[in-house]
């Protein structure tokens, strides 16, 4: 049977404490929904596959895109940038993995113990375009 990594995600997230749980916003005709993890909760076997580095010093971010009336996945192109409290910016390298109808979006950032960050992301589809703003603090062990 084929491991779902957003399910996987989703049970991690839920069922680990100190990790914030999916969340999801409607924007526009979208139901985006987004979670930012430790990379450690990660299986080793599913890191593995998709090219996931584990560390307690890098988050994952994960991203699926559905249209908000029918719940299918959509193909999007998607980019964006976080920013710490000193203003500093890093520039996010978005992977998308489809798994059967399912489509994600990932993407590797490094983290710091305590550190508070600001998420910003365009997702665009021909000529509609969102944005996904969010902020989260990470701890590292």
Do not use: C
């Amino acid at each position: 049977m084929k491991t779902y990594l957003f399910t996987m995600l989703l049970a991690l997230s839920l069922f680990s404490t100190g990790v914030t749980a999916e969340q999801k916003k409607t924007l526009g005709n979208w139901d985006v929904h987004y979670m930012a993890l430790d990379s450690t909760m990660l299986d080793p076997a599913i890191a593995k596959t998709y090219g996931i580095e584990r560390s307690h010093l890098n988050a994952l971010l994960n991203i699926s895109v559905l249209n908000s009336v029918d719940q299918q996945p959509q193909q999007v192109e998607i980019q964006g940038n976080v920013k710490d409290l000193f203003g500093k910016t890093t520039v996010l390298s978005f992977k998308q993995v489809t798994e059967g109808k399912a489509v994600y979006y990932l993407a590797q950032l490094p983290v710091r113990n305590e550190q508070h960050l600001t998420f910003v992301i365009d997702i665009r589809q021909g000529t509609t375009q969102q944005q996904l703003q969010f902020s989260q603090t990470f701890y590292t062990e």
